[in-house]
């Protein structure tokens, strides 16, 4: 299991400093949101993609993933009933999923509320439209070889998918192995019924669950709020969890450097402690 950072908290350096100070703070990668690299990641040239994974190479770390994808470029979306609007976001899902692959990632992470709103009155269509796109972007993440995963976001952000429940029904409805859900702990701890905990107890045996985001309901890190992160870990590991987890803040305080290694040493420091 790697510990990856969402890189936009240290976003403030270039991405060469970034990886050297993933690797120096104890991170095994980053897990990088195409807005910080460039405003049409999409169209990144075969060179870029090669220099970024090179960065994370020399740093001695891994890009694990991507997520944040739908921030740039601008005007996405997966819901909007203008069938131009929805063309074009497919078209950048497919190549992030290419991006993802080239970079070296598994996984790409759709949470990106603003870009699936529902309009008032016609919210089966967006529905309809958003299963559309998400069909289309499990395609080009099986022929990148990477998992797309839907992720459940609180109702203060969105009101189109707030549950592991609400994912899982729409991947096994598009039933492709490339798509799947994940787990944020912010958005599970705001909203869902069932503690974190047993939602990985609950999601976790049935192969849906393919990434993790540790972070707090509050909005900030993993231990700078009221949810114990000690036995989220300890499910994680007595489900025999493979894949990545992801420290994603939204809170820097006081700065983005600092809250990164804190929530590194706080999230190594229950690892270690817990019973193997």
């Not at 075969?46 to 470029?73: F, K, N, W």
């Not at 009155?121 to 990477?146: I, L």
Request: with cysteine.
């Amino acid at each position: 299991m790697k510990i990856g950072l969402c890189n936009e908290v240290i976003a403030g350096v270039p991405f060469e400093r970034q990886c050297e100070m993933a690797a120096e703070l104890g991170y095994d990668g980053l897990e990088l949101a195409p807005m910080t690299i460039d405003p049409e990641p999409h169209r990144l040239s075969s060179a870029r993609r090669a220099a970024l994974r090179r960065a994370a190479d020399d740093a001695g770390i891994v890009i694990t993933g991507l997520h944040y994808l739908m921030r740039a470029p601008a005007g996405l979306s997966i819901t909007s009933r203008d069938p131009a609007q929805r063309a074009h976001t497919i078209e950048v899902m497919r190549k992030l999923c290419e991006l993802a692959a080239e970079v070296g990632g598994r996984f790409l992470v759709h949470g990106s509320p603003d870009q699936r709103k529902l309009e008032p009155g016609f919210e089966d269509e967006g529905r309809k439209h958003a299963a559309d796109c998400f069909s289309a972007a499990a395609e080009a993440a099986a022929n990148a070889g990477v998992v797309y995963c839907v992720e459940p976001l609180s109702r203060a952000q969105t009101a189109y998918i707030n549950t592991v429940e609400e994912a899982a029904t729409l991947v096994a409805a598009i039933a492709n192995p490339a798509l799947r859900t994940m787990l944020d702990c912010s958005s599970a701890g705001a909203t869902e019924i069932e503690s974190v905990p047993d939602l990985i107890r609950r999601w976790l045996p049935t192969g849906l669950i393919a990434h993790v985001h540790l972070n707090d309901p509050n909005r900030r890190g993993p231990g700078e709020g009221d949810l114990e992160f000690a036995p989220i870990l300890a499910a994680l590991l007595d489900k025999n969890y493979t894949g990545d987890v992801g420290v994603e803040p939204f809170i820097y305080r006081p700065d983005g450097p600092t809250c990164a290694a804190r929530a590194i040493g706080y999230v190594r420091g229950l690892m270690e402690a817990l019973p193997r």
